[in-house]
């Protein structure tokens, strides 16, 4: 790797892009059964606002990703979310997907706002609490062509679009070897 290389990809950073994003080069979302909606938090808003079941997400990736990246925001305990990859179920759990600490926007008591159960995404603050907070989900998955998100039940939360992560460095600098990280 030669010195530019190195900068570049010490330097890349992750991407967000929206529910709303006119850029189709990488992704394209399908969207049903919910709605647009802006709930006061600026760097999210609008999100896809989902209640109840029967809403649907679906990701279209232009070239197959490994490990994408998904936020949500605003779930509480009543609301649940299932996934699917490239059209089978991806059960969630500490070992198939990873999320950053939650970003608040307004009331969201507790460190986490949401948590991975019986396969499931779910909030972990009440309804009565408050989750002004949205979080990244990224799944342990590779080639991954769509990814579907499936509202289960509750009051509404938001699909907010999906990041793109560069690649991070490690710490293995003295081969002068950079490779990619989910997490900092």
């Not at 609008?46 to 070239?63: A, N, Q």
């Not at 396969?119 to 799944?139: A, E, H, K, R």
């Not at 998955?141 to 769509?146: F, R, S």
Request: hydrophobic share 30%; with cysteine.
């Amino acid at each position: 790797m030669n010195l530019i290389t190195l900068l570049l990809v010490f330097f890349s950073s992750d991407t967000f892009l929206s529910v709303v994003s006119s850029s189709r080069d990488t992704v394209q979302f399908e969207l049903s059964g919910g709605s647009l909606q802006s709930y006061g938090c600026k760097p999210i808003d609008p999100s896809y606002w989902i209640s109840g079941s029967g809403s649907v997400v679906t990701i279209i990736y232009r070239e197959k990703q490994n490990q994408p990246t998904f936020r949500v925001w605003g779930m509480n305990t009543d609301d649940a979310a299932g996934i699917s990859v490239n059209g089978s179920d991806y059960p969630l759990s500490i070992s198939t997907a990873s999320y950053t600490t939650k970003i608040t926007c307004g009331t969201s008591p507790g460190t986490e706002g949401i948590t991975f159960q019986e396969g499931l995404l779910v909030g972990v603050n009440t309804p009565s609490q408050g989750n002004y907070s949205y979080q990244d989900i990224t799944l342990n998955a590779i080639n991954v062509k769509t990814l579907t998100i499936r509202g289960l039940r509750g009051a509404g939360w938001g699909f907010c679009g999906i990041v793109q992560r560069g690649p991070r460095e490690t710490e293995d600098a003295t081969k002068h070897q950079r490779r990619g990280r989910i997490d900092d």
